[in-house]
């Protein structure tokens, strides 16, 4: 049985904004968990979110099995894509963490890169975060495995999963591709979660740079 230790994420922008459970012990590749029954697993909206493990800055493993019965946010990133240090420099991300927080106290929210075809933006991630004042834990999927899983086409692409584990939206992080936004659809997901509500919408065509995989 895995030992699960805790990661505090010390300096969010709200204090305590989330506790990540990881395990360093026996977890499978994502590759492996991305099948069951021997088909490839794929997330769809309404449907329980896909299990993978990626690995943190330091090498430790994080299951998505880990946040178990809280709310999860996911958020593909590449610190190369115009649009992804956009959402960062004007706030859109900051706010999105500070008022999911404030729907969910011990809401997960988590940076996933899956842009290996450009090493660098692996390596520029805790810096670009860092730069940013954004207190996200970095998940590195250097084989494209879960971006392809859950169909992560640009950055950034977001995807909410309730407290039962069920997908419940993806897309754009909010209506801003072009001029003035007026909805957050990350917050707007949460705050209907929050008051017993069906999703909606719940899934939008999502904007930014596309993610670089592997070839």
């Given at each position: 049985?895995?030992?699960?230790?805790?990661?505090?994420?010390?300096?969010?922008?709200?204090?305590?904004?989330?506790?990540?459970?990881?395990?360093?012990?026996?977890?499978?590749?994502?590759?492996?968990?991305?099948?069951?029954?021997?088909?490839?697993?794929?997330?769809?909206?309404?449907?329980?979110?896909?299990?993978?493990?990626?690995?943190?800055?330091?090498?430790?493993?994080?299951?998505?099995?880990?946040?178990?019965?809280?709310?999860?946010?996911?958020?593909?990133?590449?610190?190369?894509?115009?649009?992804?240090?956009?959402?960062?420099?004007?706030?859109?991300?900051?706010?999105?963490?500070?008022?999911?927080?404030?729907?969910?106290?011990?809401?997960?929210?988590?940076?996933?890169?899956?842009?290996?075809?450009?090493?660098?933006?692996?390596?520029?991630?805790?810096?670009?975060?860092?730069?940013?004042?954004?207190?996200?834990?970095?998940?590195?999927?250097?084989?494209?495995?879960?971006?392809?899983?859950?169909?992560?086409?640009?950055?950034?692409?977001?995807?909410?999963?309730?407290?039962?584990?069920?997908?419940?939206?993806?897309?754009?992080?909010?209506?801003?591709?072009?001029?003035?936004?007026?909805?957050?659809?990350?917050?707007?997901?949460?705050?209907?979660?929050?008051?017993?509500?069906?999703?909606?919408?719940?899934?939008?065509?999502?904007?930014?740079?596309?993610?670089?995989?592997k070839r």
């Open positions: 049985m895995r030992t699960l230790l805790s990661i505090v994420l010390a300096g969010a922008l709200a204090a305590g904004f989330t506790t990540l459970a990881h395990s360093a012990d026996d977890t499978k590749p994502a590759a492996k968990q991305a099948e069951k029954g021997g088909k490839k697993q794929t997330a769809k909206v309404g449907e329980p979110a896909p299990n993978f493990t990626l690995k943190l800055e330091d090498g430790t493993e994080w299951s998505l099995s880990d946040a178990k019965g809280k709310v999860v946010v996911l958020q593909w990133i590449n610190p190369e894509c115009p649009v992804c240090v956009r959402v960062m420099k004007d706030g859109t991300v900051a706010n999105a963490m500070k008022d999911a927080k404030a729907q969910f106290e011990d809401v997960v929210y988590v940076a996933i890169n899956s842009s290996a075809a450009r090493p660098s933006s692996f390596d520029a991630t805790p810096a670009y975060l860092k730069e940013h004042k954004i207190d996200l834990p970095a998940l590195f999927d250097r084989d494209g495995a879960v971006g392809e899983m859950y169909g992560a086409r640009t950055t950034p692409h977001c995807f909410v999963i309730d407290q039962n584990g069920v997908l419940v939206y993806q897309g754009a992080i909010d209506d801003n591709e072009r001029g003035e936004g007026k909805t957050n659809y990350v917050v707007n997901t949460l705050t209907q979660l929050k008051k017993g509500e069906t999703v909606s919408p719940s899934e939008t065509r999502p904007y930014g740079c596309s993610v670089k995989y």
